[in-house]
Structures are given as structure tokens and as C-alpha cells.
């Protein structure tokens, strides 16, 4: 069986329009700044951890200056995430990378504090056949991956509250799937959860 690929989901890095719930704790500049550095420590990351194929899915473009250091320093592919909200976007790389390998998984750029062991358990799960899903304190989730890309996990989903883990497991248990779940971890997106997760991962203090 082929090893399942991993697509890392970024946006560029550009101010005003990254990591946009920083401010005003920071300046738009700074918070690019922050955004560029979580990518660059995920896509270290997910390289050194993860013995499949890692791809970085970006938007809006794929022309960002850090994009191209990155596939070229970590020997990745890159490719556009599709139109659409955030579910069809992961739905549309899933059905791609599921396609290529057999299974596929997506992450986000927010938990580069997840470690090594939270990758490899992932990688482990999904090679042996199961669903995978990373839960975030919020509510929400850092990490899918799937045997099978289901648009009902997807479409219609209100991403960004509070209700997306939950509403995800219901829809898989009335599909009869199963979720093996990583860790919970908090996703920066605040000054707040920049902060706390600081505290535990030294390379952001920097930012302190």
C-alpha cells in the first residue's frame, strides 16, 4: 500500500489580509509576519514527520515568494486550493490526494506546536486504514484525513464557530464512519492564543 499524502493548507502571507485576528494586539505587518513563520515551522514539520508525499495547497495564489523558498528548500509540490468556502476546498484536495494515494489528509498552518508524535500517530492511523481527525480547543479541527472523501462532511458547515468537530462527528457516525481523534490543541488565531501556546513552544516567543 502506498504511503497516504499529506496537504498542508496555507494563505499567503500578506498584510492586512493574514492572521487578520492578531490585530491590533500586532500590526498587519507583524501578523504576516507570524503567518509566514507558523507556515514555514509546519511545513518543516509535517517534512521531517510525515514518510508520504506533502503538499502545500495555497490561496489565494501561488505566486508568494515564501511558497517557492518552501518547495524548493523542502523539495514539496504546490498547488491551488479550489473556489469555494473552506469545505470545498479540503473536499475538492482530499478527492485529489485520496485519488493519488488511497488515503489523504489536510492540516492547517495554525498548529505548528503540534510535534512530531501528533504527525507520525496521524500517518499511522490513516496507513492502517482509518479516519483521523485533530480536534481543536475551539471547536473546530487542525487535521482530517479520510480513506473516502464524503461531501456530506463538508458542504453546508459553518466554518469558523464553535460547532464544526461536532457537527463532523455527528455526519460521520449517520454515514457509519468512524474518527480515530489526535490531541487537542489550540489554534493560533489570537494575540491570546499566540500567548498560551508560546508558553509550552519556545520558537514563538520570539513574537512576545
Known amino acids: 500500500m502506498s504511503q497516504p499524502e499529506l496537504m498542508l493548507f496555507a494563505r499567503e502571507p500578506i498584510a492586512g489580509q493574514a492572521k487578520t485576528r492578531l490585530q491590533p494586539d500586532y500590526s498587519p505587518e507583524q501578523a504576516a509576519g507570524i503567518a509566514a513563520?507558523?507556515?514555514?515551522?509546519?511545513?518543516?514539520?509535517?517534512?521531517?514527520?510525515?514518510?508520504?508525499?506533502?503538499?502545500?495547497?495555497?490561496?489565494?495564489?501561488?505566486?508568494?515568494?515564501?511558497?517557492?523558498?518552501?518547495?524548493?528548500?523542502?523539495?514539496?509540490?504546490?498547488?491551488?486550493?479550489?473556489?469555494?468556502?473552506?469545505?470545498?476546498?479540503?473536499?475538492?484536495?482530499?478527492?485529489?490526494?485520496?485519488?493519488?494515494?488511497?488515503?489523504?489528509?489536510?492540516?492547517?498552518?495554525?498548529?505548528?506546536?503540534?510535534?512530531w508524535d501528533v504527525i507520525d500517530q496521524a500517518n499511522s492511523w490513516l496507513a492502517r486504514g482509518k479516519n483521523v481527525l485533530g480536534p481543536t480547543e475551539d471547536g473546530g479541527y487542525y487535521f482530517i484525513g479520510l480513506q473516502e472523501?464524503?461531501?456530506?462532511?463538508?458542504?453546508?458547515?459553518?466554518?469558523?464557530?464553535?460547532?464544526?468537530?461536532?457537527?463532523?462527528?455527528?455526519?460521520?457516525?449517520?454515514?457509519g464512519m468512524e474518527f480515530n481523534l489526535l490531541k487537542t490543541l489550540r489554534d493560533i488565531d489570537t494575540a491570546a492564543d499566540l500567548w498560551l501556546v508560546a508558553q509550552k513552544y519556545e520558537p514563538l516567543k520570539q513574537f512576545l
Open 37 to 115: 513563520f507558523m507556515i514555514r515551522a509546519t511545513v518543516e514539520l509535517a517534512v521531517s514527520a510525515w514518510p508520504g508525499d506533502v503538499m502545500l495547497y495555497v490561496w489565494p495564489g501561488t505566486d508568494h515568494l515564501l511558497f517557492h523558498r518552501l518547495t524548493n528548500e523542502f523539495h514539496i509540490r504546490l498547488a491551488p486550493q479550489a473556489e469555494g468556502d473552506l469545505g470545498a476546498k479540503m473536499l475538492d484536495a482530499l478527492c485529489a490526494g485520496i485519488a493519488r494515494r488511497g488515503a489523504a489528509a489536510v492540516m492547517g498552518c495554525d498548529v505548528p506546536h503540534c510535534g
Open 149 to 175: 472523501a464524503r461531501p456530506e462532511l463538508f458542504e453546508d458547515m459553518p466554518w469558523g464557530s464553535n460547532r464544526v468537530l461536532e457537527m463532523t462527528l455527528a455526519r460521520a457516525e449517520k454515514l
